[in-house]
């Protein structure tokens, strides 16, 4: 157990819908990292938050944003979904602002019909 | 913008030492060499960080030439359980604005019995 939690583990919608996932990062950790992984596909870097902001920008489409809360857990917001938007999405957590060794939690499968 | 290259696949047998190699050509002079293993369905997992020469902890050990255009991680004596994808990252450990992160797709590695 990394100490970052998810939720929720599974979501399945239609095309054209908008979700919400969520993170918790490690007690004490500042930066919040999203990733995307399509089947069979190495990780995507999306976006990282440190202690509320914008720290690094990734491959982020602009139907997906995200935001770091003052309790420093974060919501990925995915709207006009579409097909292949379907994936697992992690988060990780890191105590500093770029440090190599990141804390990932167990992932959202998000599925769109 | 560093960009690492790796097998995508290996075979091995338990009990083998295994050594997955990774080129960074353009790795820059800050830049750290972090390496995660990914099992299926699963968030990755940090296995070890180095900057130069070798760095050993309880499951790995990693190998950075001088001139630090790839590294090599060593798993000894592997085991069944060490089935997994094997991740190479380079990145700044005092990351700058906008920095992203690229993981790519991996080795893919296979213990068999």
């Known amino acids: 157990d990394s100490g970052v939690t998810q939720t929720p583990k599974h979501l399945i919608t239609a095309?054209?819908?908008?979700?919400?996932?969520?993170?918790s990062p490690r007690s004490g950790d500042l930066s919040v990292y999203w990733y995307q992984q399509s089947l069979d596909q190495g990780l995507q870097f999306l976006i990282q938050y440190y202690n509320g902001e914008e720290r690094a920008k990734g491959n982020i489409l602009e139907r997906f944003s995200a935001q770091q809360f003052p309790d420093l857990h974060s919501e990925l917001n995915l709207s006009s979904l579409e097909l292949g938007d379907s994936a697992l999405y992690f988060?990780?957590?890191?105590?500093?602002?770029?440090?190599?060794?990141?804390?990932f939690g167990p992932g959202t499968r998000l599925t769109v019909l | 913008l560093a960009k690492?290259?790796?097998?995508?696949?290996?075979?091995s047998y338990e009990g083998q030492e295994v050594n997955i190699t990774c080129s960074h050509n353009n790795i820059a002079t800050n830049d750290y060499i972090t390496w995660y293993q990914q099992f299926p369905s699963q968030g990755p997992r940090f296995i070890i960080q180095g900057y130069k020469t070798k760095v050993t902890n309880e499951v790995a050990?990693?190998?950075?030439?001088?001139?630090?255009?790839?590294?090599?991680?060593?798993?000894?004596?592997?085991?069944?359980?060490?089935?997994?994808?094997?991740?190479?990252?380079?990145?700044?450990r005092n990351a700058g604005n906008n920095r992203k992160l690229i993981w790519g797709l991996g080795t893919s590695l296979a213990v068999n019995p």
Do not use: H, N
């Open chain 1, 15 to 23: 095309t054209g819908q908008r979700v919400t996932l969520r993170c």
């Open chain 1, 91 to 103: 988060c990780a957590s890191s105590p500093g602002q770029g440090r190599g060794e990141q804390f």
């Open chain 2, 4 to 11: 690492t290259t790796q097998p995508i696949s290996m075979d």
């Open chain 2, 61 to 92: 050990s990693l190998f950075i030439p001088a001139d630090r255009k790839s590294s090599t991680l060593s798993l000894p004596r592997v085991s069944l359980s060490d089935t997994a994808v094997y991740y190479c990252l380079v990145g700044d």
